[in-house]
């Protein structure tokens, strides 16, 4: 046996791979155009060969800040050191961003053995037509599923009558990202995401920039505005064929709890969805009860990659407990696996 480690795209054979992918997940029907669109899309993938035959694979899709690995496969009668050492080089070339998997059921030890932590804060966007019946048991908890010791975020600031702000508004949702603002785009980011009440944050040219960059990557976008006023933003990367990964979901702080929000992510996931992929995203654990309703599925296979050492200050120990399962957790159907 002579292994080695490819990084590079150039020279797969797709209908190869597309063989491996089959044989691992038991595919019978797989469309090798669809394996070679979804790698040619993706930004990091590692190949094993035992000298010149295919016998592993790993990709991952990222925006240089956020990566969600697919894929991950080794072909029968290769040990778990191939397994390992694919995941050791994706997750070297993502260094510093952060790590997402949803792994198969079979294969979550495998992910804590190799620097993975199980997350509750892992949603799956099903729609809102009764679909969540639609996916396979094991991977999702049930509709609106809540831990004992949730991570509940203090709010410094009360709701709104939400019907009579309403009616004052001028409400508009839409996916076309031309003319955007995106300086506004920033202030809005800015204040849903890290910023106390009444606290001013610099818009800097490189955080405009950013956000430039971040919303042009994405293949999905969705705004909400009053009249002309930004108000809302989202998107979501995508592989083109089959997955796709929510992020900057956030609203105007001025304009919170009124269901924009919702509408936003909403109208993102049905765009997702009706061109055939599977929406997922990870969020913050003060935001689970926006998402703990009909729409979204909870994850119970998701993980993401704690390096402790990259971290610039330790997290504090409630909200980490409403990020993280407690290493080795298993639920009760998953004991026996």
């Not at 510093?96 to 030890?109: D, E, K, T």
């Not at 620097?115 to 509709?143: C, I, M, S």
């Not at 992929?277 to 654990?285: C, D, G, K, Y």
């Amino acid at each position: 046996m002579s292994l080695k480690y490819v990084e590079k795209l150039e020279s797969v054979d797709f209908d190869e791979l597309n063989l491996l992918l089959s044989e691992v997940n038991k595919e019978k029907n797989r469309d090798v155009e669809h394996t070679k669109k979804a790698f040619e899309k993706s930004q990091k993938f590692v190949f094993a060969y035992d000298e010149d035959k295919l016998v592993g694979a790993v990709r991952a899709i990222s925006d240089g800040d956020w990566a969600v690995i697919y894929n991950h496969a080794v072909k029968n009668g290769y040990s778990d050191e191939v397994a390992k050492e694919l995941i050791k080089r994706l997750v070297t070339q993502l260094k510093g961003q952060h790590i997402f998997v949803n792994a198969r059921i079979g294969s979550i030890a495998f992910y804590e053995e190799n620097g993975f932590q199980r997350t509750k804060t892992a949603y799956t966007y099903v729609g809102f037509e009764g679909k969540e019946n639609e996916y396979p048991d094991g991977y999702f908890l049930p509709l609106g599923f809540k831990f004992e010791n949730e991570y509940v975020e203090k709010k410094s600031h009360t709701k709104p009558d939400k019907e009579s702000k309403k009616k004052d508004l001028d409400l508009v949702y839409t996916s076309d990202r031309s003319g955007i603002d995106y300086e506004r785009a920033t202030e809005v980011l800015s204040g849903a995401f890290g910023k106390k009440r009444n606290e001013t944050v610099e818009i800097t040219k490189e955080k405009v920039d950013k956000t430039k960059y971040l919303f042009d990557l994405s293949d999905y976008v969705s705004f909400a505005y009053d009249g002309k006023k930004l108000i809302g933003v989202a998107r979501a990367i995508t592989d083109g064929v089959e997955e796709a990964y929510i992020q900057n979901v956030a609203v105007d702080p001025d304009y919170q709890g009124l269901g924009i929000g919702w509408e936003i992510v909403k109208n993102l996931g049905e765009d997702i969805q009706r061109d055939g992929l599977n929406p997922f995203l990870h969020t913050h654990p003060g935001a689970v009860g926006f998402y703990n309703h009909e729409g979204f599925l909870r994850n119970k296979t998701a993980l993401d990659y704690r390096n402790d050492e990259e971290l610039s200050h330790p997290m504090p120990a409630e909200m980490e407990t409403g990020f993280y399962l407690p290493k080795g957790y298993r639920f009760i159907d998953e004991i026996n696996m």
